[in-house]
């Protein structure tokens, strides 16, 4: 996973926009792969940024329909746009 994504630079737009932007490309190109573990901790740290841009990206992606967060399971799961079987990613804490 950690070569899939590339740590965050200097940008105008907020640093939580610019995680959501990363891990949307690394969910649309299957980097992070239906049905995988995702630990946001690595993520955390293959972005260079804290927990708290993570989980708000995470948060960004789930309105936009591509993670669906559980309470308290620590699953996020993604529906296909080009089927309509739904896919899972899950989130270790």
Do not use: F, H, W
């Not at 049905?35 to 993520?43: A, E, F, T």
């Not at 309470?71 to 309509?84: A, C, F, M, N, V």
């Amino acid at each position: 996973m950690s070569k899939a994504l590339s740590p965050i630079e200097e940008n105008r737009r907020t640093l939580a926009a610019q995680v959501a932007e990363r891990i949307r490309q690394a969910i649309l190109t299957r980097d992070l792969a239906p049905g995988s573990r995702v630990n946001q901790y690595q993520l955390a740290e293959d972005l260079n940024v804290s927990l708290v841009p993570v989980r708000e990206a995470l948060k960004t992606l789930e309105a936009e329909g591509l993670v669906t967060i559980t309470p308290r399971r620590g699953r996020l799961s993604r529906r296909s746009r080009s089927t309509t079987s739904t896919s899972c990613i899950s989130r270790v804490n």
